[in-house]
Structures are given as structure tokens and as C-alpha cells.
């Protein structure tokens, strides 16, 4: 007598199968992802009439396929171009950064050569009319739809004929032919497997905005982001005027660029040279500053570091880090004390960048260190100083990578002398740079040693 086909289990988040239910994923680990897919397919594959003839490679046209220039050349700088006819890409960000805001200027560049679709599902066509006077961000050819179904926004691309469709956010789309609320698991995946084969079939280059969760990873299934062409991440400190735009994926360019935009009232401004944000315009040196070049992508920016050491009456001395790893300082302050003999374990220390941005970079352990150890010699760097090394447990200082190029951004900008790692590229005419093996000849070189304490 047969058995009966067994059924199977797939894990919603990543594909992981499974031949009975479990609550956790094995592969990605997610709880609660794992669902009854049906009976395992067995025996021979069965040939289809096949959608269009294969042909060689050489025969391919590859006309249709270039990137078209949004008009934001930050934007095109991060996308390797501009956005390719059939591209899907996905923009995430935390709420209120200013995705719909980017995305709105974009759409009324892009209506200059054809229309554009932008579909609502958080806002009505009222709100979003009101944002594009503001912005002033009006077109005839930019047209506005308030949808939340999948199926109703086909309907529109049928009439429309849109070369740009804008869809905020997929969260909020849902399919009538799969059960479950907007920004499910089944639902997202439904509705971005829909729009991804509308946006193929038709040649539509189409944005999908997508939610964050807590800890900053894109809402609903991870298999969204691999079913995407590309996805950006926009990012930003609420209190402050920078905006970054990240590739995270990228099948048509660069995943190493960096787009600088500024949130003003008017909307978003392009920033080709943003250094001057990161950095105190002041006529004298001050102690606890020091002004470092770190790396976004491939792009080189001036950054200020800036350090507070106070003595304190209290039992546990009080830390305070903005823009800085609060780990990454406590070990620069550990080198300090047990390397170079500076006495700060029981002192109130404070850390922070200019101007809202967060570095993360090895690179700026040099920079930060001197900032801490000029604070608490209350002595300045001298004016047009620079430094740029990661700091090792041992007090060495390493090499980083791009030095060349950082060296060659603060000259642009007339720094004239510059403390980096020993055996760095080949030296920049204009600036000159002192090669060091330890955090003890940095402070050396930078502090002088008679009047350090």
C-alpha cells in the first residue's frame, strides 16, 4: 500500500526546509517563521513553453539597460548612475529621517522626462500635495495615488505607463489573494514578488520605501532584500542636518559610496563637500580638540573629535560619549593610562564629533586619544594639525587604509601637518606627515613633554 505524501515546512525568512514543524528556524534562527508549504514534489521535472528563446550573450540589447540620471547627483552617486529601467530598489530608514521627502524631490526631477507614480499608503494625496508645494515639487507629469492594494496600484500602472513608480511604504500594501494584515510576512513577500514582476514586465524603474525595526534592520522577511536589486539605507542623527545615504546592495554599481545629503525647511540639499559641518571654526586652539579625516566608502571627510577630562568628587567617575563607540573609548582611555602614564581612570570623561556625525573607524582612535590627553594637559595641537591611526592594546599605532587620500582632503582644505601611522603611502605635497610606531611618540611629537602632567 503507498504512503501518503508527507508534507513539508518552509521558514518564511530565509527558505529553510524542514520535513515537520518546528517553532524555530534551524538556518536563521527566527521564531514562529516556519509554515506548512504542502506535499514534497517527487519524480521527473515537466518542461514549460518557455516566456522568450534564449540567445547569445553578444546578441543581448543592453540600450534599455543603462542607468538614466535622477537630477540628484548625490543620489546618482550612490546608485553607480542613476535608476535602471526594471530596477527595484529598496530605500529603509528610521522614521521621520526623510525617506518621503527624498523621494518626492526625486520623483519631480524625474517627471521632467516622463511620467511618475507616486503611490501613498501611509498619507493622503492631500498631505503629500501639501509637501511637494512646500518642496516645490510640482509637475504635471508626477501623478499621485493614495492605495493600499497591490492589485488596485497595477490598475493604475495600466493607465498611467509610468518610467518611475514610487510605492511608500511595501509595509503598507497588501494582495487579496493571500491571507494575512499589511506588513505580514506572507504579505510583503506577496506584494514585493508582485510588484518586482510588474516592474520586469513593464521596464519600470520602481522605489519600494521600506520600515525599520528597533534595532535598524529592514521590517518583514529577510528574503525582501534578496529579491531587490538594490538597497539603500538612509540615515541620521533627528537632531541634526545630516543625512547619509548607503548602499547595502547594489547589482548595478558601487556598494562603497556615500551620499551627504542636508534636511533643511526646504527640503533635501545635495552636500558634494560636506567637511565643513564636522568641524568648529574657532581663532585659537583649543585643548581636548583634534581634527581627524575618516573614510565613508570612498569618500574622505574632516572630522573634529572633541574630549572633556574634569576631575570629580564622585565615588564612579561619570563617561559621556556622542558620535563615538562608548567601547571604543573606554579602550583608547586604558591605552592611555597604562601606556603612556596619563592618570584619567578617575576623572569624568567626556567625548563627542562635531556636528552630529558618528565615527566608527579605527582611524580616529589616534585623533580621539590625543583630544583626551591634550584635555587633560589642558595643552592645544597646534593650528592645521591633523592625526589619523588606529591604536592597538599594545600603545602601537597601526596602519589604516587610504591614507593618501585622506592626506590629500586636508590639504584641500589647508591642513599643513599630520601625525600617521609608520610606513603610510607616499607623502602628499603640501601637507607634511610624521610617521609614528606608538601612542608615546605621538604625545611626544603633539604635546610637549615638560609641560604634560
Known amino acids: 500500500m503507498a504512503r501518503s505524501a508527507k508534507s513539508t515546512f518552509r521558514c518564511a525568512e530565509c527558505g529553510w526546509t524542514t520535513l515537520k514543524w518546528v517553532g524555530r528556524c534551524g538556518e536563521c534562527q527566527a521564531w514562529g517563521t516556519v509554515e506548512e508549504v504542502g506535499p514534497a514534489v517527487s519524480g521527473g521535472l515537466v518542461a514549460a513553453k518557455v516566456s522568450s528563446p534564449a540567445r547569445p550573450i553578444t546578441e543581448i540589447d543592453v540600450e534599455a539597460a543603462h542607468a538614466a540620471p535622477t537630477g540628484l547627483e548625490e543620489l546618482d552617486r550612490v546608485l553607480g548612475g542613476g535608476l535602471v529601467p526594471g530596477g527595484v530598489l529598496l530605500l529603509a530608514g528610521e522614521p521621520g529621517v526623510g525617506k518621503s521627502t527624498l523621494l518626492l524631490e526625486v520623483a519631480a526631477l524625474c517627471a521632467d522626462s516622463g511620467p511618475v507614480l507616486y503611490v501613498t499608503g501611509e498619507e493622503s494625496t492631500g498631505q503629500v500635495r501639501l509637501r511637494a508645494e512646500r518642496l516645490g515639487a510640482l509637475s504635471s507629469k508626477l501623478f ?177 560619549t556622542s558620535g563615538l563607540d562608548s567601547a571604543r573609548v573606554a579602550m583608547v582611555m586604558a591605552v592611555l593610562e597604562r601606556r603612556a602614564g596619563l592618570r584619567i581612570g578617575s576623572s569624568d570623561v567626556y567625548a563627542s564629533t562635531v556636528g552630529g556625525v558618528r565615527l566608527g573607524e579605527p582611524s580616529i582612535d589616534l585623533a580621539l586619544a590625543l583630544a583626551l590627553a591634550g584635555s587633560h594637559t589642558d595643552l592645544a595641537l597646534p593650528r592645521g594639525f591633523i592625526a589619523i591611526g588606529e591604536v592597538g592594546l599594545a600603545g602601537d599605532v597601526r596602519a589604516v587604509s587610504g591614507v593618501q587620500r585622506r592626506l590629500s582632503e586636508a590639504q584641500r582644505l589647508g591642513f599643513t601637518k599630520a601625525i600617521v601611522p609608520h610606513n603610510s603611502d607616499e607623502p602628499v605635497e603640501g601637507i607634511e606627515a610624521i610617521g609614528v610606531e606608538d601612542l608615546g611618540e605621538a604625545l611626544r611629537l603633539a604635546l610637549p613633554a615638560k609641560q604634560r602632567r
Open 144 to 320: 499621485l495615488a493614495a492605495e493600499t492594494s497591490v492589485a488596485a496600484l497595477a490598475g493604475h500602472v495600466d493607465e498611467i505607463a509610468p518610467k518611475l513608480l514610487i510605492v511608500d511604504s511595501v509595509q503598507t500594501m497588501s494582495s487579496p489573494d493571500v491571507p494575512g494584515v499589511p506588513g505580514g510576512v506572507t504579505q510583503v513577500r506577496e506584494v514585493a514578488g508582485s510588484l518586482i514582476r510588474l516592474a520586469k514586465a513593464r521596464g519600470i524603474a520602481t522605489v519600494l520605501v521600506g520600515h525599520v525595526t528597533k534595532d535598524g534592520s529592514i521590517a518583514g522577511p529577510r528574503l525582501l532584500e534578496h529579491l531587490v536589486d538594490v538597497v539603500l539605507q538612509f540615515e541620521g542623527d533627528r537632531h541634526s542636518r545630516l543625512r547619509m545615504l548607503r548602499a547595502v546592495k547594489n547589482r548595478y554599481g558601487p556598494t562603497d559610496e556615500v551620499g551627504c545629503f542636508e534636511l533643511t525647511d526646504s527640503g533635501i540639499i545635495g552636500l558634494p563637500d560636506p567637511s565643513g559641518l564636522f568641524l568648529t571654526r574657532r581663532n585659537e586652539p583649543v585643548p581636548g580638540t583634534c581634527v581627524t579625516v575618516t573614510l565613508e566608502g570612498r569618500r574622505p571627510l574632516i572630522a573634529e573629535v572633541q574630549a572633556l577630562v574634569a576631575p570629580t568628587a564622585l565615588p564612579q567617575p561619570r563617561r559621556a
